[in-house]
């Protein structure tokens, strides 16, 4: 599979130098621009290389540590179903775990419950 590296470089500089940051909460969903990334790691879709996050936990006004969502049915152990966001069955990824600036994030989709939430926050402690 060809990565648009390149295009995503172009949206990454524009990011960088016009985004907007902005004010985030945990357990918050965003459209985040994650980009075009190596490997198997959770790529960004669209031309603004975009995935809904779960904001997991806040480090500064700037920056916070976001597990991407996907749409797959495929079981897994670091899989955790959220139910409909944004009208698609979707679950956070644990194992693609990632500090993201807030100014890659582009709209706020939401907010999930709190005892869900624990239950993440729980699955990404046992990871370590």
């Given amino acids: 599979m060809d990565k648009e590296f390149d295009k995503w470089n172009e949206r990454k500089k524009k990011i960088h130098n016009t985004g907007a940051r902005r004010f985030y909460h ?3 969903i965003w459209w985040c621009s994650l980009g075009a990334n190596v490997g198997d790691e959770q790529d960004g879709g669209g031309s603004l290389f975009q995935r809904p996050v779960l904001i997991v936990k806040g480090l500064s006004a700037h ?3 976001v597990i ?5 049915k495929s079981r897994h152990p670091m899989r955790i179903s959220l139910g409909n966001i944004d009208g698609k069955k979707s679950a956070v990824v ?3 775990l990632r500090v993201v600036d807030t100014c890659r994030f582009t709209e706020r989709l939401g907010i999930i419950e709190k ?6 926050q729980k699955a990404v402690k046992m990871m370590f």
Avoid: A
């Avoid at 005892?115 to 993440?120: A, H, Q, S, T, W």
């Fill in 68 to 72: 991407p969502l996907t749409t797959s």
């Fill in 26 to 28: 945990e357990r918050e």
């Fill in 115 to 120: 005892v869900l939430f624990r239950d993440i």
């Fill in 94 to 96: 644990i194992s693609q």
């Fill in 63 to 65: 920056t916070c540590v």
